[in-house]
């Protein structure tokens, strides 16, 4: 009678062998890399667990940001070639023409610069996001102000301060990046503007210097302080632009389900959406209708340092978008084709922002992750967290 007893312990013995034997080939194995190679070595150890969870959200926001941009970068080449293009061209057949004479490496000229700048500004940028998420969401006895976690307006909120407060810091550093991509990327229509013709296009250190010393000529700034042109504007753009986007991303995430402990909880039943596409849905969507809104505050900017860097009288903001809209005396525009002409190029940075912005939530949360979920190494000792 009782033989079934003893057969089930066996079976659990036997089961319980099997994982201990397993077990201990994995970490037989670990021990063999860590031996042999001493970068594995640090990357085993306790210290380097702890560094990741000391720097989290800088290892998560730079890696999402690396790969993130390397894959939309492709569409911002483009989205750059259309704006400097002095004759009117299909995104279709400016691809066709890139492709054959530049072939694959044509898309990604120009990458490292920014591919560097932007992952360093978006690094900045989520740990102030999330550092003043987590001030104004601490409770009011632990140093905090106590915002809920359960409401969605509130949780909302806090994204959107904590995207205003990055948005504005960041602009000040950036500004100078800003500035010169938007020389690199009007060259040719900066020069017609001073009478001169450009057989090749100078290199970007080139640009830098003509930059400081005022080259365009006339009213051109000179110095160092010529690299923050247009900072007003771009401390506007940012500071909206960043509020809204992270407004949008946490509302949206708390309403499909993210719970109070940033886990993913349960989706509601009118969006039946995988959970592990939650990210990539939330980021392409706060993406693409927070840089639709800020995109005519973007080009009002870009056209007042396109005009100071060709040395050109000075326009203000609101004498810059009026004639945007109602074009030049000689040839008005009527108020719909001023609207559109506000809009122009929007459709190639929609697309690169539902793939860089998706992509972004997506890497930067499956890195939290597993930075969360990683087995903890104290000096040698390996402790696996309960999933």
Request: glycine share 10%; charged share 20%.
């Amino acid at each position: 009678m009782d033989r079934p007893q003893e057969t089930a312990t066996q079976t659990i013995n036997n089961d319980e062998t099997k994982e201990n034997g397993n077990g201990n080939q994995n970490e037989s194995r670990r021990l063999n890399l860590v031996h042999l190679n001493p970068i594995y070595k640090w990357i085993d150890s306790g210290e380097f667990d702890d560094y990741l969870r000391a720097h989290k959200a800088v290892v998560c926001a730079t890696t999402a940001s690396l790969l993130s941009t390397f894959a939309g970068y492709p569409l911002d080449s483009l989205k750059s070639r259309l704006q400097a293009s002095r004759v009117p061209i299909t995104v279709p057949r400016l691809a066709r023409t890139i492709l054959r004479e530049e072939g694959i490496a044509g898309f990604y000229r120009g990458l490292w610069i920014p591919l560097v700048t932007i992952s360093a500004v978006r690094a900045i940028s989520f740990t102030i996001y999330n550092e003043t998420k987590e001030t104004l969401h601490k409770p009011i006895e632990q140093g905090g102000y106590g915002w809920s976690k359960d409401s969605r307006l509130s949780v909302g909120a806090s994204g959107a301060v904590g995207g205003a407060l990055a948005g504005g810091l960041i602009s000040v550093g950036s500004t100078p990046f800003e500035l010169v991509k938007v020389r690199r990327q009007l060259e040719y229509s900066i020069a017609a503007a001073k009478g001169i013709h450009i057989v090749k296009p100078p290199s970007t250190w080139s640009a830098v210097l003509d930059i400081f010393r005022g080259g365009s000529g006339g009213g051109a700034p000179k110095g160092i302080t010529a690299l923050w042109t247009g900072l007003r504007l771009h401390f506007i753009r940012d500071t909206m632009g960043t509020a809204l986007y992270f407004f949008e991303y946490d509302s949206m995430r708390h309403l499909l389900g993210r719970l109070p402990n940033n886990e993913q909880g349960p989706t509601p039943v009118w969006a039946p959406i995988p959970p592990s596409f939650i990210p990539f849905v939330c980021g392409s969507l706060a993406g693409v209708s927070s840089w639709a809104i800020i995109y005519p505050l973007d080009v009002v900017k870009t056209k007042t340092q396109q005009r100071a860097l060709a040395g050109e009288k000075y326009r203000g903001p609101f004498e810059t978008l009026s004639r945007l809209i109602r074009g030049p005396a000689t040839a008005p525009r009527s108020h719909f084709d001023g609207f559109m002409r506000l809009y122009r190029g929007l459709g190639v940075s929609a697309l690169r922002s539902v793939t860089t912005h998706g992509l972004l939530w997506t890497i930067l949360d499956s890195v939290s992750s597993w930075i969360d979920k990683r087995p903890y190494r104290d000096h040698g000792a390996v402790t696996y967290w309960p999933s």
